[in-house]
C-alpha cells in the first residue's frame, strides 16, 4: 500500500517531477560532455598498516571537476551516472587512470602499493566486465596483484551464483576483491565464505563512534574475528582519530585509512606517502 500511495503522490506533483527530470536531464548531458572534455579527476587515499606504518595501497576516488561548479564529489554524481548508464564508459576511464597511474609511480622507483578502484552494481553485472579490466591491465602494464577492486555486500548477495562466476573470473586475472562498506548490507556468512575475496572493509559507520558505543565496539570485534577466521584482511574506513586508531589496532584490525592519515588528494600530493624503493 505504501507503493501505492508514492506512485499518487508522484502523479499529484507532475509539475515538480517535470522540473526534476529537466534537471536530470541536463546534468546527464552536462555529465557527458564533462567525461569526454576530461573533466573526472582521480583523488588518492593512502590504506595504512596499522602496525608498521607503511603505506599498503591507495584507494582512488573520482571527482568532476566541473568547469562552472567546482569540484563535485562522487555521491552527487555516481547515482546519476548509474541511472543513465554513463557509469560504464565512466568507470573504465576511472581504472584505466588509476592503473596507469599505479604503474606510473613503480616506474618512477617507489616501493610498489595496490591501487583500490570502485566498481558500481551496474557495472559488476555489465557482461564484459571481466574483459575490460584484462585489457586495462594488459594496456597498461600493471601486475594485476597489484589492483583491488572493491564491491558492496548487496552487489554480491543478490543474485550469489551469478556475483560467485564473476568473481573467480575477476580473481583468475591475480586481482584482488574487497567488500567495500562491510556490516552495513546484509550478508550471509554461509556466502561469505564461497566469495574468491582478498579484504572486508569496516564501514566508517561503525568506527565513527567506536570509542563510545559499545555496540559499535562489538561490530568491529565482530567483523574482526569474521576476517582473519575467513583468512581475509581487514581495513577499517574513516579513521579520524588517533584514539580510533588506537582502539582498532589494540583489536586486531590491521590496516586503516581516513583523514586522521590524509584526505583523498590528486596523484602529484599523495606521493609523499610512496616510499623510494631503495631506501630502508
Ligand atoms: P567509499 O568507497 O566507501 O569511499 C570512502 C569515502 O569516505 C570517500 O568519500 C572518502 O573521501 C571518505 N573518507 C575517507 N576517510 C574519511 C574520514 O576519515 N572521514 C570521513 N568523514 N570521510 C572519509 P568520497 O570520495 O566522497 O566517495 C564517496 C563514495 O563514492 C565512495 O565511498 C564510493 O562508494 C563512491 N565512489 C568514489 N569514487 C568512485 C568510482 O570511481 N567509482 C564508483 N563506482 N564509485 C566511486
Ligand atoms: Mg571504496
Ligand atoms: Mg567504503
Ligand atoms: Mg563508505
Known amino acids: 500500500r505504501a507503493k501505492e500511495n508514492g506512485r499518487n503522490t508522484y502523479q499529484f506533483y507532475t509539475p515538480d517531477m517535470n522540473a526534476r527530470s529537466c534537471e536530470l536531464l541536463l546534468l ?14 582521480l583523488h588518492y587515499q593512502p590504506q595504512i598498516d596499522l602496525f608498521t606504518g607503511h603505506v599498503r595501497g ?13 569540484m563535485i564529489p562522487p555521491g552527487d554524481f555516481i547515482p546519476l551516472a548509474e541511472e543513465t548508464g554513463l557509469i560504464v564508459p565512466m568507470g573504465e576511464w576511472v581504472l584505466r587512470e588509476a592503473c596507469r597511474q599505479n604503474r606510473r609511480w613503480q616506474t618512477l622507483g617507489f616501493s610498489p602499493v595496490r591501487i583500490t578502484v570502485n566498481i558500481s552494481a551496474r557495472q559488476f553485472l555489465k557482461g564484459d566486465l571481466v574483459q575490460m579490466v584484462a585489457d586495462v591491465l594488459e594496456e597498461t602494464a600493471l601486475d594485476p596483484g597489484f589492483l583491488e577492486l572493491e564491491i558492496t555486500e548487496s552487489m554480491v548477495m543478490d543474485d550469489v551464483e551469478t556475483a560467485i562466476f564473476i568473481m573467480a573470473q ?20 554461509a556466502h561469505l565464505k564461497r566469495f574468491p ?8 559507520a561503525f568506527v565513527k563512534d567506536l570509542t563510545v558505543n559499545g555496540e ?3 561490530i568491529v570485534r565482530a567483523i574482526v574475528a569474521l576476517a582473519h577466521s575467513l583468512d581475509l ?3 577499517a574506513e574513516g579513521i579520524e582519530t588517533e584514539e580510533q586508531y588506537l582502539f582498532l589496532k589494540e583489536r586486531g584490525c590491521e590496516q586503516g585509512q581516513g583523514f586522521l592519515f590524509s584526505k ?15 631506501v630502508y
Do not use: C
Open 28 to 41: 546527464e548531458s552536462s555529465l557527458r560532455r564533462g567525461i569526454e572534455q576530461q573533466e573526472l579527476v
Open 58 to 70: 591507495m584507494e582512488a576516488l573520482v571527482r568532476w571537476n566541473h568547469p562552472q561548479r567546482g
Open 170 to 189: 575477476l580473481a583468475a586475472l591475480g586481482v584482488h576483491l574487497a567488500i567495500d562498506d562491510f556490516g552495513t548490507g546484509y550478508s550471509s556468512l
Open 197 to 204: 575475496l582478498t579484504t572486508l572493509k569496516i564501514d566508517r
Open 216 to 218: 559499535d565496539e562489538a
Open 233 to 235: 584482511q581487514v581495513i
Open 264 to 278: 583523498p588528494l590528486p596523484a602529484d600530493k599523495i606521493r609523499t606517502f610512496l616510499r623510494p624503493l631503495m
